[in-house]
């Protein structure tokens, strides 16, 4: 396969969404972390909430 077959704006697009949406997620998953933390009082670290959310959604996805 030649590299102009592959790299149409509709591949590149899709790329940039995944992106996007990972991003999105992770960021989220943080925000969830601390709103975790916040909420219980504790030591809980925020990466949780992005782990959390990164589990949610594999097991959408699958």
Do not use: C, E, Y
Not at 3 to 8: A, D, Q, T
Not at 12 to 17: E, K, M, N, R
Not at 20 to 41: H, Y
Not at 42 to 54: K, S, T
Request: net charge positive.
């Amino acid at each position: 396969m030649l590299g102009g077959n592959f790299l149409k704006w509709q591949t590149i697009l899709v790329f940039a969404l995944g992106l996007l949406a990972i991003a999105l997620d992770t960021v989220t998953g943080v925000l969830i972390g601390k709103l975790m933390r916040v909420l219980s009082k504790g030591n809980i670290n925020p990466l949780l909430g992005a782990a959390v959310m990164l589990a949610i959604m594999s097991g959408l996805v699958h």
